[in-house]
């Protein structure tokens, strides 16, 4: 399977504190995306990540990849209430067609 | 610019009935998705579309699902006859580069 796995599962922090969550995949890759996906509600595009480019940056939100290792990680900074989410790595290998992991769920405690 | 609209957003069955979902991608793109998306899992992606032809429908259960898009622009899913493992959300999404756009989803109960 080319699924990526994001861990951890669950996280819980506080509000203002930073949260880090990582996934890792299992083949060659275009480009590497995460999406948010609030209780009842679709998904949303965050960031993508080409397989040429090791940091990228928008807003509260840092995405680093290591293609040798096969793993990337999303670091949300000063989290907020609304933050509260299940976050999902999305692997592109080509044509455009995404692979999704399990998903982080984060919970935002105020 | 609308968003993906899906319709019904929920629905509820009973095994060995049919169903259907619609979706009206963001205009102007070409590729469409059917992803169905299990509780607690992320979401698995069914059929892709490039236009009105198929790009992608290794992971269609075809003895039951069936999809389509007409003149390239809004799509179908259907499932028939419904089994108690289909009950999932059913995501459309559209994409014209690498990022996709994704609807709110069709919550499906089979009962």
């Known amino acids: 399977s080319q699924q990526g796995e994001e861990d951890p599962q669950a996280l819980s922090i506080q509000e203002g504190e930073n949260a880090t969550m990582n996934c890792s995949y299992k083949t060659s890759i275009n480009n590497l995306q995460w999406y948010r996906q609030n209780s009842g509600r679709g998904l949303v595009h965050l960031i993508l990540i080409r397989s040429n480019e090791r940091e990228k940056h928008s807003g509260r939100l840092r995405v680093t990849l290591d293609t040798s290792k096969k793993s990337s990680s999303l670091l949300i900074t000063a989290s907020r209430a609304a933050d509260t989410a299940s976050y999902f790595c999305a692997t592109d290998w080509g044509a455009q067609k995404l692979v999704f992991g399990q998903g982080t769920r984060l919970t935002i405690n105020p | 610019e609308a968003g993906v609209a899906q319709s019904p957003r929920y629905k509820i069955i009973e095994k060995r009935q049919s169903v259907a979902f619609w979706c009206n991608p963001i205009s102007g793109h070409a590729t469409l998705y059917w992803y169905q998306q299990i509780l607690g899992q992320g979401p698995k992606l069914l059929i892709q579309f490039q236009n009105n032809g198929v790009v992608d429908d290794s992971q269609l259960p075809k003895d039951r699902f069936s999809a389509e898009r007409l003149k390239g622009v809004d799509s179908t899913l259907k499932i028939q006859p419904a089994k108690l493992e289909d009950s999932a959300v059913y995501l459309c999404?559209?994409?014209?580069?690498?990022?996709?756009?994704f609807g709110p989803g069709t919550r499906l109960t089979v009962l």
């Open positions: 999404a559209s994409s014209q580069g690498p990022s996709s756009f």
